[in-house]
C-alpha cells in the first residue's frame, strides 16, 4: 500500500485512520496477522514509535489484538470492522452533503446526482 502522510495532522492519527481502512476494505482479513512494527514503519516511511503508538490505539479499541507470542492480529469480530465500515462510509456521505451544499445544491438534489451518475 502507499501511505499518504500529510503535514497538517499529527502523523500517527494518519496511520491510524490508513490502517483502519486497509482492514474494513478486505486488505487485511479477519483475524489476520500484521506485519511488525518495524515492517509497517519502514514501508510508511515513518518512526516506529510514531507506528506503534497508532497501533496501540487500534488495540485499545478493539480493531486489532496484541498477543505476546504471535504479535498482532485483526480482530476476529467481524462486527467491530462492519462498525468501522459503517462510521467511515457515513463520514464520506456526510462530507459529499457538506460539499454539495456549499455549491447549493440541496440534499435530495445530491442523492440524484449520484444515483444519475
Avoid at 506503534?52 to 485483526?74: H, K, Y
Avoid at 462498525?83 to 440524484?112: K, P
Amino acid at each position: 500500500m502507499k501511505w499518504k502522510i500529510a503535514d497538517d495532522r499529527p502523523i500517527w492519527i494518519q496511520l491510524k485512520e490508513q490502517i483502519v481502512k486497509m482492514i474494513v476494505s478486505g486488505q487485511y482479513q479477519s483475524g489476520e496477522r500484521l506485519p511488525s512494527v518495524r515492517e509497517l514503519a519502514k514501508d510508511a516511511g515513518v518512526n516506529p514509535n510514531t507506528m506503534q503508538r497508532a497501533l496501540a490505539s487500534l488495540d485499545q479499541e478493539g480493531l486489532i489484538v496484541t498477543n505476546r507470542t504471535t504479535g498482532r492480529c485483526i480482530t476476529k469480530e467481524e462486527e467491530v470492522i462492519a462498525s468501522y465500515r459503517r462510521a467511515m462510509a457515513a463520514e464520506i456521505v456526510h462530507t459529499y452533503l457538506d460539499d454539495m451544499s456549499e455549491l447549493g445544491y440541496t440534499e435530495v438534489e445530491a442523492y440524484e446526482l449520484l444515483r444519475d451518475g
